[in-house]
């Protein structure tokens, strides 16, 4: 964690990690059981297959009748359950857990797919690839892309996940763009890239443009604002302007995927032990967090904290049998006496998260609001959705105030409000 | 292993520079030392009983608020010693008793504590307490007066009342190595001029105050007093007897800079600190009262809302 310097007229410098200071990739086996978690709510009736239904790795399971939702099995086996997941922010989620067979068999509906690169092939088969491209976006008709950012960079602290890829499987990414390039029919590609990375990247032909070393400046919406200078407007998202943000790793599954034939199913990701010391690791897409912690011999102990993501924007978890993600691109384990207190004492004015606030919200107003749950003021008089959602406010305050869950749990209950509003007419 | 291991779960962000209110408090304590050391080296044990039965009195006060309106009690934070401190620096050293204690409810309670505590004053808690102890016993904020006993090897008068009383003349006598020095009249902890720069400079590096309120106050009052002085130098002083006598240092650093009652953005940081500098200097050029540094902060945080109005754009704003 770094702390406040003693000099504290200057702005705490939170750099990006270098991917220099990681050692090589360490395989995760294959664990006994694993659970692909789908973004599609629970819905019993509709569901197209079984339990007992047998899969085989990378095998694409279409979840629902009449919906194009589909995870994409890392393993062969047979579906154990099928059952509903509440995550953060009440969002529910389809579990598919699969009981893992001793022998593996690979599937090969896309082999034969993979030689046309259409965009409907990406659409179909590619969605739940490592990376998580975000394929919905060049089929959807509301928003026209017309740029492709690809972020070289991890844009939250301690990840080095997309600087690994870029290190490690430059061929896959050059591949996965002039696959995408050609069937998206997008040409404004621009990577971003830290500065060490600019000439590794320079061979692949594209535009390459160099992002800041500090955190935030490789989240999508300053990308935006310094690199494309094109600022996305509040409340909006970079794809409503035309852009999409892809990363490297997701080029990378895109290029392996139509190389090989086979869809990739391992996901790469950062784990940050308690100590801070860091790990690349890949490990099976629904690979219990559990089996990783075993495999890397880190004993977790009460009141201690896992996190999925990065340590600003992620997300902690209650369970240690959560599964790996197609977007997870960091594991952190944190010891209970690391953890952060947060405490009920009020804003004291002191401005220290005005300074740091790259979106320059008036968060000291914003606040008092937000805590008394008056979100359509905030929102109207305090710009709570031009935030960007760093978490920089948080991690600042002197009172130790849960700031960036207050923003996010107004822009929640809004947006409740504002759903509720439109089905009752 | 165990299966059955209870995690903390919690929003992001996961990290915390650490920063505390009790960690800033005691460090405007430490730089607040300085000053009431000279203040006590000075003024002996008379000085030792006003700052201390300040500082406890304060602490005390709010220890009965928090247990009166049963909220969790809070003197932990270092917010009512600090204000109890910075109210003894004020006081000169003969204050009595009763006068102190009456100093902190008001500061503590009245300043504070009513408006729902930490972080919701409008006003510096100290300053209300100070503005209404001065209009309510005149005399025992006239220094002269109160300081009369004491015999130094320095002339031993209040600068701002002499300049008042007598005219420019009067306060010639007063180098600026003096001032800053603290051989002149004043409260414990507001003359020694050379311990609160030192003091407002280690905040500032801390990043504990805001450096624009400090130096725009400072800006305001040297500008101002230019003015005047220039226009009529036998009427009005020069600009360094109104940069470091009376409340002047102490206001720039301590009083002047308090989190909650003063703007946090750029531009009004930069208004806020010279307007209540150029007050200031008004009240005490051509207003009844011999300081006015106090009434200039009072009147400054009572604008301070309306000020931070002026914001910079929030990105991605529309319109």
């Keep these: ?425 | 292993m165990a299966d059955n291991n209870k995690f903390i779960v919690s929003h992001a962000p996961f990290w915390h520079d650490g920063s505390r209110i009790s960690t800033r408090n005691y460090n405007i304590a430490l730089a607040a030392l300085p000053a009431i050391l000279l203040g006590i080296i000075y003024y002996g044990m008379p000085a030792v009983g006003v700052v201390s039965l300040s500082i406890s009195s304060a602490i005390i006060w709010e220890f009965v608020f928090c247990r009166v309106t049963k909220h969790s009690v809070t003197i932990g934070d270092g917010s009512a010693a600090i204000i109890g401190m910075i109210f003894g620096m004020l006081l000169p050293a003969t204050a009595p008793w009763w006068l102190v204690i009456l100093g902190t409810f008001v500061a503590v309670i009245i300043g504070k504590q009513i408006y729902g505590g930490i972080g919701a004053n409008p006003f510096n808690p100290v300053v209300v307490a100070i503005a209404i102890l001065m209009i309510s016993w005149r005399d025992i904020f006239d220094f002269n007066e109160a300081l009369i006993n004491y015999d130094f090897d320095f002339a031993m008068v209040y600068p701002l009342a002499a300049l008042k009383h007598f005219g420019v003349s009067a306060v010639d006598s007063f180098s600026m190595g003096d001032l800053l020095m603290g051989k002149q009249s004043g409260g414990i902890g507001s003359t020694f001029g050379l311990g609160l720069i030192a003091g407002g400079i280690y905040l500032i590096v801390r990043g504990i105050i805001r450096w624009e309120i400090a130096l725009s106050f400072l800006a305001g009052i040297f500008i101002t007093a230019l003015i005047f002085n220039l226009s009529d130098p036998a009427h009005y002083a020069g600009p360094v007897v109104h940069l470091f006598a009376g409340y002047t240092l102490i206001g720039a650093f301590f009083l002047a800079t308090e989190d909650s009652s003063s703007p946090v953005n750029f531009i009004p940081m930069l208004i806020y600190g010279a307007s209540a500098g150029l007050l200031t200097v008004l009240i005490r050029n051509i207003g009844v009262y011999v300081d006015g540094v106090i009434f200039a902060i009072l009147i400054m945080n009572l604008v301070n809302p309306l000020l931070d109005k002026i914001k910079p754009k929030a990105i991605g704003k529309v319109a």
């Design chain 1, 1 to 425: 964690m770094i702390k406040r310097s003693f000099i504290g007229l200057l702005k705490p410098r939170l750099e990006y990690g270098s991917v220099a200071d990681t050692p090589s990739l360490k395989q995760i086996p294959t664990p006994k059981e694993i659970t692909l978690l789908s973004n599609c709510p629970f819905d019993k009736k509709n569901l197209l297959f079984k339990k007992k239904a047998t899969v085989k790795t990378g095998q694409k399971l279409l979840l629902y009748k009449e919906k194009d939702e589909y995870v994409v099995s890392s393993v062969t086996g047979q579906v154990s359950s099928i059952s509903s997941y509440t995550g953060d922010f009440g969002r529910t989620f389809t579990a598919i857990t699969i009981e893992v067979a001793d022998d593996e068999e690979t599937d090969d509906e896309f082999k034969d797919i993979s030689k046309d690169a259409s965009l409907e092939t990406i659409k179909n088969f590619l969605a739940f690839a490592p990376g998580n491209p975000p394929v919905k976006l060049f089929s959807d008709k509301d928003k026209s892309i017309n740029t492709i950012v690809v972020c070289c960079a991890d844009s939250d602290l301690l990840i080095t996940t997309n600087r690994y890829i870029v290190k490690s499987d430059i061929d896959a990414i050059k591949n996965g763009l002039s696959i995408l390039k050609a069937a998206s029919r997008v040409n404004d590609i621009i990577m971003v890239a830290s500065q060490n990375q600019m000439h590794e990247l320079s061979t692949t032909g594209e535009k390459v443009k160099q992002v800041n070393d500090t955190y935030p400046s490789a989240l999508p919406h300053l990308i935006m604002k310094d690199i494309l200078g094109k600022v996305v407007p509040a409340g909006k998202n970079p794809e409503d302007i035309g852009v999409c943000f892809i990363s490297a790793e997701a080029v990378a599954s895109i290029g392996n995927a139509f190389n090989s034939g086979q869809l990739p199913v391992a996901k790469t990701f950062t784990l940050v032990n308690k100590d801070g010391s860091k790990s690349l690791v890949s490990a099976r897409i629904g690979t219990p967090a559990s089996d990783i912690f075993t495999a890397l011999n880190i004993t977790l102990n009460e009141n201690d904290r896992i996190i999925f993501g990065g340590p600003m924007t992620g997300s902690s978890v209650y369970s240690e049998d959560h599964p790996v993600q197609p977007d997870t691109d960091a594991i952190i384990v944190q010891d209970r006496d690391d953890i952060p207190v947060i405490s009920d004492y009020p804003c004291t004015n002191c401005g220290e998260c005005i300074r740091i606030c790259p979106a320059n919200i008036q968060i000291n107003l914003l606040v008092r609001f937000l805590e008394t749950g008056q979100y359509q003021e905030a929102a109207d008089q305090y710009d709570l959705y031009s935030c960007i959602e760093c978490g920089l406010c948080s991690y600042v305050c002197v009172s130790g105030m849960p700031i960036f869950q207050y923003i996010r749990s107004a822009k929640y209950e809004l947006d409740r409000a504002n759903t509720a509003e439109a089905t009752n007419g």
